[in-house]
Structures are given as structure tokens and as C-alpha cells.
């Protein structure tokens, strides 16, 4: 994949290789069986009590509600989620049925994370690629899809096939392409108290 990165020490190749596209297939279809696989990965993730804070709205290409979707995108991000295959919109339980402004659990938006990072892993396992992204309206999307009081829209996932030959202008197709990089690990493991760092099994060049 042209943005695997080299990672000491070597981790899953499927964890390695992930990385949110933004150049995807326009004729790619994601079918039924496809989506049941993705959401039936989140569907084990782990949470909170088993409390499975979690929702999806799955809007494929092409379809009406999908054009509602793609009419709440912010700039940046409308230049490519509408050529992805497939959005996914995900939820979490924030408020109690009866009373919304009772928290639900605290751990909720924690557990959609989970959920949506199991579906990740599931898609790179199927030669699929997914874009987690935040730009959006989310005030619209709650109100054109229905969604209840003590729901809370979080992200829009986007789904498809990763097409390096994707019709894209330069800007994006140098942004897609362009080196993954993170912090390293010595900035956010520390051992015996907060900032004290962890000495790890290699050290490093
Ligand atoms: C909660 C969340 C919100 C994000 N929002 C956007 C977004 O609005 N637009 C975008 O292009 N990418 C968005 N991203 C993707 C991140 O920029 C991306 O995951 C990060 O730069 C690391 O790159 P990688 O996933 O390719 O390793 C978002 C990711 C997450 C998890």
C-alpha cells in the first residue's frame, strides 16, 4: 500500500497498512453482505457493561438519503466522501430514553470509538478502505435522518476501494498520498507517575 509506514517493532500488517483514504473507486459497489460483515466486527467490540452504546445509519452511494447526507458535508470534505462507496454515520447513546439529560454512561462515546475501530480493522481485512471524518453538519444530519433526543451523531465513516487512478484534483490526490506520520511512543507511555517515561524492550537509533 503506498502509505504503509515501517513500525519497530513490527506490528499486524493490517493495523500497519491502514490509512484513511481519500481517493476511491467511483464504480466500487459495497454490497449487503459486505455491510453485514463491517457492522457485525463492531457489533463485538467491547464496552461499558456490555451497554452497546452504539448506531449506524449505512447510506450508499447514489441513494436519496445519501444526497441528504452528502448536502450537510463541510467544504473540505465534500471534495471526496461523495465518491466513496458508502457512508456510514455513527451514533451514540448520550441521554436516557426517557429523560435525555440523564447520562446514559459515561464510557459511551469511548465504546463508539471501539466499535467503529473493530469495523476499521474488519474493512483493511476485506481490501476495503475507510475515512473516519468529523466535517459535517451534525445538527442537520440529526434532523434529517430523525434522530432521537438522547442520540448523538458523531462521525461520518466513509467506505470503498481504494483507486490510486481516482479522478481527484492535485491537492487531494498529494494529501492521500502523502507521509503517515505519529508521535512517538515516548510521548504518551509513562510508567510510576503521569510524564514519568516508560524504558522500552528496544531502544531506538
Ligand atoms: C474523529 C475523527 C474525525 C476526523 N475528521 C476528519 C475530517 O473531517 N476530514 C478528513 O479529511 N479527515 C478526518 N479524519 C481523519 C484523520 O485526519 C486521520 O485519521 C489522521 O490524520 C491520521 O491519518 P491516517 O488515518 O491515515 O493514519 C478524522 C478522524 C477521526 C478519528
Do not use: C, K
Not at 490509512?19 to 460483515?37: C, N
Not at 498529494?174 to 505519529?182: G, K, S, T, Y
Amino acid at each position: 500500500m503506498p502509505t504503509d509506514v515501517e513500525t519497530r517493532p513490527q506490528i499486524h500488517p493490517f493495523l500497519r497498512e491502514r490509512w484513511s483514504s481519500r481517493l476511491f473507486d467511483p464504480g466500487h459497489e459495497i454490497t449487503e453482505g459486505d455491510f453485514d460483515q463491517l457492522l457485525e466486527a463492531a457489533r463485538w467490540a467491547p464496552s461499558a457493561g456490555n451497554s452497546q452504546p452504539w448506531a449506524f445509519l449505512v447510506l450508499r452511494r447514489g441513494e436519496p438519503a445519501h444526497g441528504r447526507f452528502v448536502a450537510t458535508l463541510s467544504r473540505g470534505n465534500s471534495g471526496w466522501v461523495p465518491t466513496a462507496s458508502a457512508v456510514l454515520v455513527s451514533l451514540y447513546r448520550a441521554g436516557d430514553d426517557e429523560d435525555p439529560s440523564l447520562t446514559y454512561s459515561d464510557y459511551a462515546a469511548y465504546d463508539l470509538g471501539q466499535a467503529v475501530a473493530m469495523l476499521t480493522v474488519q474493512a483493511q481485512t476485506m481490501g476495503l478502505g475507510v475515512h473516519q471524518f468529523a466535517g459535517f453538519d451534525h445538527e442537520a444530519v440529526t434532523e434529517a435522518f430523525g434522530v432521537p433526543p438522547a442520540w448523538r451523531v458523531t462521525t461520518g465513516i466513509a467506505i470503498g476501494r481504494f483507486d490510486p487512478a481516482a479522478p481527484a484534483d492535485d491537492s487531494l490526490r498529494e494529501r492521500d498520498l502523502r507521509p503517515r506520520v505519529r508521535r512517538p511512543l515516548d510521548e504518551f507511555v509513562f510508567t510510576e507517575a503521569f510524564g514519568h517515561p516508560r524504558r522500552r524492550a528496544e531502544a531506538l537509533d
